[in-house]
């Protein structure tokens, strides 16, 4: 379980300055899912280590606003590294991965991003690819018509 002191130091991306003390400290980045906290802490704890983690909900928090808080932070501070943490299949969370994709289009940024998504229990990169394929079901139907057609 997560420990105390993990909880006493959560922080929301939203409620977080985009140059605050802790990013600039430790540019490397944990954007996650808010339900990752309460589904799966053991993954979240082990993601949080040496990084500065901020949680998300794309159900209550929309989009445009996670994507220019992102922005806001790559355009201020030198981000080393940048994770995207959620579970897979949920039509909420898919979209903190686009909201970060969309930050980093519109403010030009290099920043190294890595896309995680948790599914049965376990943490799995996602291609920069395949989230941006996500955006368009007519390319996600003809994949699935293409795979059909190979079996």
Do not use: W
């Amino acid at each position: 379980m997560m420990s105390e002191v993990r909880l006493l130091g959560y922080m929301r991306l939203l409620s977080t300055n985009a140059a605050s003390k802790q990013i600039r400290s430790n540019p490397r980045l944990l954007i996650y899912g808010e339900c990752v906290r309460l589904e799966h802490p053991e993954i979240l704890e082990e993601l949080c280590k040496g990084r500065t983690s901020l949680a998300a909900c794309p159900e209550s928090e929309h989009i445009n606003l996670i994507a220019l808080k992102v922005a806001s932070i790559v355009s201020r501070v030198k981000i080393e590294e940048l994770l995207v943490l959620s579970v897979d299949g949920s039509p909420h969370c898919v979209q903190l991965h686009h909201a970060v994709e969309e930050a980093l289009k519109i403010s030009g940024s290099p920043v190294n991003v890595k896309h995680l998504v948790i599914y049965k229990g376990k943490t799995s990169e996602i291609s920069k690819e395949a989230v941006k394929t996500a955006r368009y079901l007519f390319k996600v139907e003809n994949l699935i018509k293409k795979s059909q057609n190979l079996e």
